[in-house]
């Protein structure tokens, strides 16, 4: 190079030839360089260059187990399809996208723990991000082409693969926030039959911190309540029903999850503008009492028989108009998904699977423990109570959960608990019935509420049943795995997103302290001197609009 000695330039070239010889040994650019050893994969990435996550380990784990009981459905339904004398072309492998990438390790997990894969797409638009993927695919000495990497927007790679030839057997978003522009171009992009995995990381907005942000996003009103992991479930999958619809396809839930930070589902896909008339009847608005709490579900559409077949109309209004707890007013959210969260054949599978390969999966105990509780959860009962709450509303002390189970067993209801919530009454007794075992419960534990609470209002009312609380509750004999197993490391979170660095706390003091000093003579000469030297050079109109588009 000019004005470069001889030394320099010699320097230049050997270190040039020993990053790309790094490079194609398995490495990609970045800061400090971490190692991983994930399932069968191993992963090179430099800290902070490109995102990974530890946490989200759990998340493959269990995305690795439900794409093994998906591959053996699809190869399954094929074997059935042509015994029946079908003409369906012979049963190939499973073709993958994974939309977002970032390092690749879920791709190359994919590609050397499921069965039947034959391809997958291992996308991201960061271009450090896509050299980590060469790197890692080089470092696993995988089969040429079975995992390829791609430089390209995920959303525009979609719909490039929107036609029958093109379309994935399995697509799977996995961003840093939320889905939701990606969601249009990934329900498009799933073959018939096919399973979307979606991920969605930005809680705070689903479970009703951002209630405007969440309804430009995912077209629904979050309320805030107890039971919101299970209401962002149904949030998400309300939005990817009306995606699906719009194209004449539907959505069958296999898996939703909720743990940690983040929620996943796991959604088949199929065309049936049969089908999609019927989503009327699995979408309802949420009522929330101000003062108690009580939920109440208002479906949006209503079936109507006639003759063989039916018909979708609107549904009349069945809510009261004020709470009959308390007499406060109500809080209209939603819509939601009202269906059930899980297929029971799916878990079945699913735990089969885990139970012979625990030993090939670090997280396989905790997702034993969480595939057990969601196969006791009731299919038909929307969202739920907890007792720690409905206690803290009444002033009383808190009694023994399985205590209020058994007395609403013994009344003749079903009560389950929610995969993510060890104080979750999910049952199909009226919420009347669930406020008189309380206000009983009150009886023996009295409690002295304010005349204007809501909890005055609630026990002023004499229970309509008769109830005999155990002294032991005898609960139900389960498989001895761990169900609600705690954090295993300290800042358990979503982390950093990639290139992103959090301030040191001196740093994040001085920036503070700068942003409170006053204004000066100096900065405002400062201003305008920079303002004079834009304006000094006037740009055309086309040459705005040209930049403006690019």
């Known amino acids: 190079t000019k ?42 990435c430099r800290k902070g260059a490109t995102f990974y996550n530890i946490v989200q380990e759990f998340n493959r784990d269990l995305s690795v187990t439900v794409l093994n009981v998906f591959s053996q459905l699809r190869r399954e339904e094929y074997d059935a399809a042509v015994k029946a004398g079908k003409k369906r072309p012979a049963f190939e492998g499973l073709h993958i996208m994974e939309a977002l990438s970032a390092t690749g390790l879920r791709s190359i997990r994919y590609a050397k723990e499921v069965k039947d894969v034959v391809q997958v797409i291992a996308n991201d638009l960061d271009a450090v991000a896509v050299d980590c993927i060469k790197a890692n695919i080089q470092l696993n000495q995988l089969p040429e082409g079975i995992v390829i990497p791609s430089h390209a927007d995920a959303s525009t790679l979609l719909y490039n693969c929107k036609d029958s030839i093109s379309k994935f057997d399995v697509v799977d978003l996995d961003p840093y926030g939320s889905p939701a522009l990606f969601i249009d171009a990934a329900v498009q992009a799933v073959a018939e039959g096919g399973l979307l995995c ?34 962002a479930l149904r949030i998400l999958l309300y939005t990817l029903t009306q995606s699906a619809a719009r194209y004449k396809r539907h959505v069958v839930p296999m898996l939703s999850l909720s743990a940690d930070f983040y929620i996943r589902v796991f959604v088949r896909v199929f065309t049936s503008a049969e089908k999609v008339n019927e989503t009327t ?22 079936a109507i028989s006639r003759g063989k077949s039916s018909k979708r109309c609107p549904a009349t209004f069945s809510c009261p108009a004020v709470c009959p707890h308390c007499n406060r007013s109500f809080m209209i959210g939603g819509p939601i998904y009202t269906g059930p969260l899980h297929n029971p054949d799916c878990l079945q599978r699913a735990q089969t699977f885990i139970e012979e390969n625990k030993e090939k999966l670090h997280t396989s105990k905790r997702i034993i423990g969480v595939l057990s509780v969601m196969s006791e959860e009731l299919a038909d009962v929307p969202l739920f109570h907890t007792v720690d709450c409905i206690c803290n ?6 009694p023994p959960r399985a205590c209020i189970q058994e007395v609403l067993e013994n009344l003749g209801y079903h009560v389950s608990l929610f995969h993510d919530n060890s104080q979750a009454l999910k049952t199909d007794a009226p919420s009347e019935v669930v406020w008189d075992v ?24 004499e229970p ?10 005898k609960g139900k004999k389960r498989k001895n795995v761990p169900r609600f197993l705690p954090n295993p490391q300290e800042h358990w979170g979503p982390g950093t997103r990639a290139g992103r660095k959090r301030p040191a706390p001196e740093e994040h003091a001085h920036a503070e302290t700068a942003e409170k000093r006053p204004r000066t003579e100096a900065d405002d000469a400062a201003t305008t001197e920079a303002a004079c030297v834009v304006l000094a050079e006037p740009v055309a109109a086309e040459e705005v609009s040209t930049t403006v588009k690019q």
Not at 281 to 302: D, F, I, N, W
């Open 393 to 398: 509303i009444l002033h009383i002390s808190i």
């Open 438 to 461: 309380f206000r009983l419960w009150e009886k023996k534990n009295p409690s002295h509420p304010s005349a204007t609470s809501p909890a005055a209002a609630i026990l002023a009312k």
């Open 3 to 44: 004005g470069h000695t001889m030394e320099q330039q010699t320097a230049a070239a050997v270190a040039g030839e020993a990053a790309a010889a790094t490079t194609a040994a398995g490495e990609c650019s970045g800061g400090e360089w971490q190692t991983i050893t994930e399932g069968s994969a191993s992963m090179r």
């Open 464 to 473: 309509q049943i008769t109830v005999t609380f155990p002294d032991k509750p």
């Open 281 to 302: 009847s699995h979408v309802a608005h949420m009522l929330r009492c101000s003062g108690c709490e009580t939920m109440y579900l208002q479906p949006v559409g209503k």
């Open 198 to 231: 979606v991920t969605c990381t930005d809680m705070p907005v689903l479970c009703g911190n951002h209630p405007d942000t969440c309804f430009a996003k995912y077209g629904s009103m979050p309320l805030k309540t107890r039971c919101c992991h299970e209401m």
